[in-house]
C-alpha cells in the first residue's frame, strides 16, 4: 500500500508513517496503521496548536483555512488523510510517486510547492495537478509530524539510505509529539526554530551519536536536507547537499578518539550573546562552515585548527576572538590529519611526509630551543622565506653531525611538485606541518618556557641574505 519511492516529500512521510506505527518499512504498514495515523492528524492538525506551522506547509487547506464550510472540511480531510480508504477507479491516471492508480490531481493545498487550482501548468497527460494516490497524499499529509519548524519553514531530511531517513524522522515525530502533548496543557505558540544551517548540522551529530550508540555499522552514505516553505506569501526551497565525505568526517570526529578536540571547537563556535535556555537559536560558525566544505578547505583548517582569527568578523562572531596563544590545547593533529584523510581527500604519503616533518621541527626547536626558526617558520609569507629557513636549519644540523630537518625527497612531497616548482598549496603544507609542531612544542612544554614566541610582536622582516636568495 505504502513505500518508498526516491521523492522525498513522500519517502519522509511514508518514514514518519512507519514511525508513527513504531515499524520498520512502510511496506508492513496495514490500512489499519493508516487509519489510526490519519485520525491522529486529523485531530492534531484541526486543532490550534500547529496553526503557524500547517500554514506554511499547507496553506488554503481545510486544516488552516477557517472560512471553508463543514461539508468542503470533510471532503478535504476524505481526500487529504483518509483517501488511502477509497478504490480508486481503473481509468485513473498512475500515482506519480508509486504507480498505483491515483486518487485524483492534487494541487498546493494538497503538496507543498505545487501550483494551485487557477493555475494553468500542466502535468503529466495534459491535465492540470499532480496524480498521486491516496497511500502517498497521507504521506505527504504526514510531512510537518517528520519535520523540524524552522525559521517559518519545514526542514526534513532525506537520506540515500531509507533506513537512515526513518531515523531522523522518527526523531522529528517525537519531538513533534511532545511539543503538542506540551502544547494541550497551555496556549503556548508551536516553536520555531532558527539558524537552519546549525540547526541541521546538529541533528546530523545526533545522528551520528545515535550510530554509535547502537553500534551501527558505517558505510558511506549522503543526506540531503529540503527546507521549503509553501507559503502564500512565497513559496521556496533551499536543498543543502551533505556529501559522503562529510557525513562519514562527522561520524567519526565526534566519536570519541576526537571528542576532547572537537567538542572545544564546537564549543568556542558559539555566537556571542547566546542563551542556554534557548539554544535552538543561535548560530555555530563551526557547524555552517563545515556546509562550505569542500570550498575553502585550508581557510578552514588555518580557522579552526590553527586557531587564526577572522580579523574582519563582525562584532558577536566567536572567529574574531579566535588566539593561538590561549588555545594551544584546542590544536589537534589527529583530528586534522582525519580532515585531511576524509574531507581533503589529500594523498596519504603526503599527511606522512607532513606528520614527520613536524615531528622533525618540533624536536629540533626544542633541542636546539631556536626561537628565531620557530618565527620564520610561523609567520613566513612567502615560499622562499620558508625554504631559506629549512635549508639554513637544515645545514647547521649537519654541520653539528646530525641529519638534516628534511630529506630532498621530502622536500619534494611536501612542498613542490617538482625540482624547484613550487606547489600552489605550499601554504597548506606549511599550516599543517605547523599545527603538528604546535601540538608537540606545547606536549613538551615549549611555549610555558618561552611565552614570547607566540606574541604578537616579532621579527619577520627579511635579512640581505634572504632578500638575495629571492632574486637570484
Ligand atoms: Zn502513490
Given at each position: 500500500?505504502?513505500?518508498?519511492?526516491g521523492?522525498?516529500?513522500?519517502?519522509v512521510g511514508a518514514?514518519t508513517?512507519t514511525?508513527?506505527?513504531?515499524k520498520?518499512r512502510?511496506?508492513?504498514?496495514?490500512?489499519?496503521?493508516?487509519?489510526?495515523?490519519?485520525?491522529?492528524m486529523?485531530?492534531?492538525?484541526?486543532?490550534?496548536?500547529?496553526?503557524s506551522?500547517?500554514?506554511?506547509?499547507?496553506?488554503?487547506?481545510?486544516?488552516v483555512?477557517?472560512?471553508?464550510?463543514a461539508?468542503?472540511k470533510?471532503q478535504?480531510?476524505?481526500?487529504?488523510?483518509?483517501?488511502?480508504?477509497?478504490?480508486?477507479?481503473?481509468?485513473a491516471?498512475?500515482?506519480?510517486?508509486c504507480?498505483?492508480?491515483?486518487l485524483?490531481?492534487?494541487?498546493r493545498?494538497?503538496?507543498?510547492l505545487?501550483?494551485?487550482e487557477d493555475?494553468?501548468?500542466f502535468?503529466p497527460?495534459a491535465?492540470?495537478?499532480?496524480?498521486?494516490?491516496?497511500?502517498?497524499?497521507?504521506?505527504?499529509a504526514?510531512?510537518?509530524?517528520?519535520a523540524?519548524?524552522?525559521?517559518?519553514?519545514?526542514?526534513i531530511?532525506?537520506?540515500?539510505?531509507?533506513?537512515i531517513?526513518l531515523?531522523?524522522?522518527r526523531?522529528?515525530?517525537e519531538?513533534?509529539?511532545?511539543?503538542?502533548q506540551?502544547?494541550?496543557q497551555?496556549?503556548?505558540?508551536?516553536p520555531?526554530?532558527?539558524e537552519?544551517?546549525?540547526?541541521?548540522?546538529?541533528q546530523?551529530c545526533?545522528w551520528?551519536e545515535r550510530q554509535?550508540?547502537?553500534?551501527s555499522?558505517?558505510?558511506a552514505?549522503?543526506?540531503?536536507?529540503?527546507?521549503?516553505?509553501?507559503s502564500g506569501?512565497?513559496?521556496?526551497i533551499?536543498?543543502?547537499h551533505?556529501p559522503?565525505?562529510?557525513?562519514?568526517f562527522v561520524?567519526?570526529?565526534?566519536?570519541a578518539r576526537?571528542?576532547?578536540?572537537?567538542?572545544?571547537?564546537?564549543?568556542?563556535?558559539?555566537w556571542?550573546?547566546?542563551d542556554?535556555s534557548?539554544?535552538?537559536?543561535?548560530?555555530?560558525?563551526?557547524?555552517?562552515?563545515?556546509?562550505r566544505?569542500?570550498?575553502?578547505a585550508?581557510?578552514f583548517?588555518?580557522?579552526y585548527?590553527?586557531?587564526?582569527?577572522?580579523?574582519?568578523a563582525?562584532?558577536?562572531?566567536?572567529?574574531?576572538?579566535?588566539?593561538?596563544?590561549?588555545?594551544?590545547?584546542v590544536?589537534?593533529?589527529p583530528l586534522?590529519?582525519?580532515f585531511?584523510?576524509?574531507?581533503v581527500?589529500?594523498?596519504r604519503s603526503?599527511?606522512e611526509?607532513?606528520?614527520?616533518?613536524?615531528?622533525r621541527l618540533a624536536e629540533?626547536?626544542?633541542?636546539?630551543n631556536?626561537?628565531?626558526?620557530?618565527?620564520?617558520l610561523?609567520?613566513?609569507d612567502?615560499?622562499?622565506?620558508?625554504?631559506?629557513a629549512l635549508?639554513k636549519?637544515?645545514?647547521s644540523?649537519?654541520?653539528?653531525?646530525?641529519?638534516?630537518?628534511?630529506t630532498?625527497?621530502?622536500?619534494?612531497?611536501?612542498f613542490e611538485e617538482?625540482?624547484e616548482?613550487?606547489?600552489?598549496d605550499w601554504?597548506l603544507a606549511?599550516?599543517?606541518?605547523?599545527?603538528?609542531?604546535?601540538?608537540?612544542l606545547?606536549?613538551r612544554?615549549?611555549?610555558?618556557?618561552n611565552?614570547?614566541?607566540?606574541?604578537?610582536e616579532?621579527?619577520t622582516?627579511?635579512?640581505?641574505?634572504?632578500?638575495?636568495?629571492?632574486?637570484?
Amino acid at each position: 500500500m505504502l513505500r518508498y519511492t526516491g521523492h522525498p516529500f513522500v519517502d519522509v512521510g511514508a518514514a514518519t508513517l512507519t514511525a508513527f506505527a513504531e515499524k520498520e518499512r512502510p511496506e508492513h504498514l496495514t490500512s489499519d496503521d493508516l487509519q489510526v495515523a490519519a485520525e491522529y492528524m486529523e485531530k492534531v492538525y484541526m486543532g490550534k496548536h500547529m496553526n503557524s506551522f500547517l500554514v506554511c506547509v499547507f496553506p488554503n487547506s481545510a486544516y488552516v483555512n477557517p472560512t471553508s464550510g463543514a461539508d468542503k472540511k470533510q471532503q478535504f480531510l476524505d481526500f487529504h488523510l483518509y483517501g488511502f480508504r477509497q478504490a480508486a477507479t481503473p481509468e485513473a491516471p498512475p500515482c506519480v510517486a508509486c504507480g498505483q492508480r491515483a486518487l485524483g490531481p492534487t494541487f498546493r493545498q494538497h503538496v507543498p510547492l505545487l501550483t494551485g487550482e487557477d493555475v494553468l501548468n500542466f502535468f503529466p497527460n495534459a491535465q492540470p495537478g499532480l496524480p498521486l494516490c491516496g497511500a502517498c497524499l497521507l504521506a505527504i499529509a504526514a510531512l510537518p509530524l517528520g519535520a523540524l519548524k524552522c525559521s517559518g519553514r519545514a526542514l526534513i531530511l532525506h537520506a540515500d539510505d531509507d533506513s537512515i531517513t526513518l531515523d531522523f524522522a522518527r526523531e522529528h515525530l517525537e519531538r513533534n509529539r511532545r511539543l503538542l502533548q506540551l502544547a494541550g496543557q497551555s496556549n503556548s505558540k508551536y516553536p520555531d526554530a532558527k539558524e537552519v544551517r546549525t540547526r541541521l548540522m546538529e541533528q546530523l551529530c545526533a545522528w551520528a551519536e545515535r550510530q554509535r550508540r547502537r553500534g551501527s555499522e558505517t558505510r558511506a552514505l549522503s543526506l540531503t536536507a529540503y527546507h521549503f516553505t509553501n507559503s502564500g506569501q512565497g513559496p521556496d526551497i533551499d536543498i543543502y547537499h551533505l556529501p559522503s565525505q562529510l557525513v562519514d568526517f562527522v561520524r567519526t570526529a565526534t566519536g570519541a578518539r576526537y571528542a576532547s578536540a572537537w567538542n572545544a571547537i564546537v564549543r568556542r563556535a558559539w555566537w556571542a550573546g547566546r542563551d542556554a535556555s534557548d539554544a535552538a537559536d543561535t548560530r555555530n560558525v563551526f557547524y555552517e562552515d563545515l556546509l562550505r566544505l569542500p570550498d575553502n578547505a585550508p581557510l578552514f583548517i588555518r580557522r579552526y585548527f590553527l586557531r587564526e582569527a577572522y580579523r574582519a568578523a563582525p562584532k558577536d562572531d566567536p572567529r574574531g576572538g579566535y588566539n593561538l596563544a590561549a588555545e594551544l590545547d584546542v590544536v589537534s593533529w589527529p583530528l586534522t590529519d582525519l580532515f585531511l584523510r576524509k574531507v581533503v581527500n589529500m594523498d596519504r604519503s603526503r599527511i606522512e611526509a607532513i606528520r614527520a616533518l613536524g615531528d622533525r621541527l618540533a624536536e629540533y626547536i626544542e633541542s636546539q630551543n631556536d626561537r628565531r626558526f620557530w618565527r620564520r617558520l610561523y609567520t613566513a609569507d612567502k615560499y622562499y622565506i620558508l625554504r631559506n629557513a629549512l635549508i639554513k636549519a637544515s645545514e647547521s644540523e649537519i654541520k653539528a653531525g646530525r641529519p638534516p630537518l628534511i630529506t630532498f625527497d621530502d622536500f619534494i612531497l611536501v612542498f613542490e611538485e617538482g625540482e624547484e616548482l613550487v606547489r600552489t598549496d605550499w601554504g597548506l603544507a606549511r599550516d599543517l606541518a605547523l599545527i603538528r609542531v604546535i601540538e608537540q612544542l606545547h606536549a613538551r612544554q615549549w611555549f610555558a618556557k618561552n611565552p614570547e614566541a607566540l606574541s604578537e610582536e616579532s621579527d619577520t622582516s627579511e635579512s640581505d641574505e634572504e632578500k638575495e636568495a629571492a632574486t637570484a
